[in-house]
């Protein structure tokens, strides 16, 4: 029978010594040929020259539905975004160049089959009822399920692509630093790294369409119990009394009918209770802005190009892991509706939000300088004695100019409504 203190004990596994904390990036990418998304048998096509590099499949009935190469994962989302699930490393130079392979792999195998990447935190061009599908199981219930409560979740589900990056802690007092962190730095992350400006070939009124779907999505969004100090046990209740996606029974997904896990501990759904592979799903459907597994999951990022698929983990892990008590030492000091308050503008207003009595590039630079400090303070040298600093460039331009990713795109785009304008090169 599983329980609170099961959730807690899960929760305490993660805890890793100082010298074997890591950090794993995660990243989707929208794949388009002649303009439109592709389906679940170009997607096929498309895994055949992954092959060639190593990939292997990983089946579902008798259907293709990932691939695997050591420990890292290309996973296919429902409306068939391909996202790379990288291996827990220890620097930013390490994360940096695993992408990069990824990147080259993916290229050429894309460009054997005249398909394009387009990375962006929302589909720029298609319409919902354009996206195709793919026969992943449990997103036949997803799609069900996920509009009865969240007016956008079929266009989170369908039309979005995120970046996450997942964070190790030592303790349980230095988890809830870090999550009470992430949490209230949500609006910043929000702006800083905004690209999702278009949306069916127009301009969409919002920096980060994505954030502003994520926050109408069911189970997404900022809870405001994440803005205040964290624990384990605080987050076992949280989960506990949160409601359920569906269960996983012989490789059948039951509609959970929104019942919650402790409704589950109960015996109340189906007859049947819950076991440790329930645990892992119920926290990997929970869609919230950041989240626990064994590890902090940082969900506020729009997928973005080459340019800053490095700076973003790169000005995470400075705050987080190079600096984190002067990071916390100024996010405990903000008002918790005001925190709220720009939440809710960040998508629309970018770096323009207010936070408190500045403006989110205010922060921003502050959290720059911060964020230099600590990779400094961590020294991760490369073969060429470069230390972390230099993936926090991009970042760097876009604070100096006062202009996101989605505005740039936006410009140039606007000027000639050029498809290739979006592109990933």
Not at 103 to 129: A, T
Not at 280 to 285: A, D, I, Q, R, V
Request: charged share 25%.
């Amino acid at each position: 029978m599983i329980s609170k203190n099961d959730f807690i004990s899960y929760f305490k596994t993660g805890i890793k010594n100082d010298n074997e904390c890591g950090i794993g990036i995660e990243h989707e990418k929208f794949i388009f040929s002649n303009n439109k998304r592709i389906n679940y048998k170009s997607v096929l096509l498309l895994f055949t020259k992954l092959y060639e590099f190593g990939w292997k499949p990983i089946i579902e009935n008798e259907n293709v539905i990932a691939l695997k190469k050591g420990s890292k994962n290309i996973t296919l989302e429902p409306g068939n975004q391909i996202e790379l699930s990288g291996e827990k490393l220890k620097n930013i130079h390490q994360t940096c160049s695993e992408s990069q392979e990824y990147i080259f792999e993916l290229s050429q195998s894309l460009k054997k089959l005249d398909f394009n990447i387009i990375s962006s935190g929302f589909d720029p061009v298609s319409k919902i009822e354009e996206v195709p599908s793919n026969p992943k199981n449990r997103y036949e219930l997803m799609t069900k399920i996920m509009p009865l409560f969240g007016k956008l979740s079929l266009d989170m589900m369908y039309r979005t692509c995120g970046t996450q990056i997942n964070i190790d802690y030592v303790s349980e007092k230095d988890f809830s630093k870090k999550f009470f962190v992430v949490n209230r730095l949500s609006p910043i992350t929000i702006a800083l790294f905004a690209n999702s400006g278009i949306v069916e070939k127009n301009k969409s009124g919002y920096l980060s369409y994505r954030s502003y779907v994520w926050q109408n999505t069911y189970r997404g969004g900022l809870p405001k119990i994440f803005l205040e100090n964290m624990t384990f046990e605080k987050y076992a209740d949280f989960i506990l009394n949160y409601p359920m996606l569906f269960i996983k029974r012989n490789d059948k997904y039951l509609d959970a009918k929104n019942k919650t896990f402790q409704n589950f501990v109960d015996g109340e759904i189906e007859n049947i209770f819950p076991n440790e592979d329930d645990v892992g799903n119920h926290l990997s459907t929970i869609f919230t802005e950041n989240r626990l597994k064994k590890y902090i999951e940082i969900r506020s990022m729009d997928a973005c190009g080459w340019d800053c698929l490095c700076a973003g983990p790169a000005f995470f892990i400075g705050l987080l892991y190079g600096n984190l008590d002067e990071v916390f030492d100024i996010v405990k000091k903000w008002n918790i509706n005001d925190i709220t308050s720009a939440y809710k503008d960040a998508p629309k207003n970018g770096l323009k939000t207010i936070l408190g009595n500045k403006s989110i590039l205010e922060w921003s630079k502050d959290l720059l300088e911060i964020s230099t400090r600590g990779l400094q303070n961590r020294n991760e040298l490369n073969s060429k004695k470069q230390n972390e600093v230099k993936f926090l460039s991009h970042i760097k331009t876009i604070i100096n100019n006062n202009n996101t990713n989605a505005e740039e795109i936006i410009t140039k785009y606007l000027k000639d409504k050029n498809f290739f304008t979006i592109h990933e090169k």
